[in-house]
């Protein structure tokens, strides 16, 4: 019988802005706009390809903005 080594890490989902834009029911336009006037946002890491958003950073962004 051989072992087998269970790894419980997890690749963390990320957004593209056109999904987190979609998932806001805004234009990236508006997106890019809060970003260059620092409104408050989920941190945005830049990727090859653009900006990503951690969904769990998103999550936890939505979250908080509930209770503001």
Do not use: Y
């Not at 989902?13 to 029911?25: G, V």
């Amino acid at each position: 019988m051989t072992s087998m080594t269970i790894t419980s890490e997890v690749t963390p989902k990320f957004l593209k802005l056109k999904d987190l834009a979609d998932r806001w029911r805004c234009s990236p336009k508006t997106l890019h706009n809060h970003l260059s006037d620092r409104r408050p946002m989920p941190v945005a890491v830049r990727l090859p390809g653009g900006l990503r958003f951690a969904l769990e950073d998103v999550e936890r962004f939505e979250i908080d903005q509930r209770g503001a």
